[in-house]
């Protein structure tokens, strides 16, 4: 008895987690959109596992600079060498994000 109620709860603590997880991704891309900061945009390069869907980048963050091979989303700053700040999410052959940062965008 003692230990199905402890699996109950752990696995109730595991899917609040994961919950309260999914929310915080959700309310940092709305203030992203809303702001275009690099504060939220960071936290979001951050949040966003690596083997996203390309949609999910798209519904938290919104629509991107696409190049087919990557997503682009910028802020309006530049950095030490001038270039733009930004975050890249590069998409592999299957459509996920295989890798993502935050930085300058010198290209």
Excluded: N
């Amino acid at each position: 008895m003692k230990r199905s109620y402890l699996i109950l709860v752990l696995c109730g603590a595991i899917f609040a987690a994961s919950c309260a997880g999914e929310k915080s991704l959700v309310a940092v891309g709305r203030h992203y959109q809303s702001h275009v900061d690099g504060r939220s945009l960071k936290k979001a390069v951050r949040q966003i596992p690596l083997g996203s869907d390309t949609a999910l980048v798209r519904k938290i963050l919104g629509e991107p600079i696409d190049f087919g091979f990557d997503y682009r989303y910028t802020i309006d700053r530049r950095g030490r060498k001038g270039c733009i700040l930004g975050a890249v999410f590069h998409i592999d052959e299957q459509g996920k994000i295989d890798q993502k940062w935050f930085g300058e965008i010198c290209e």
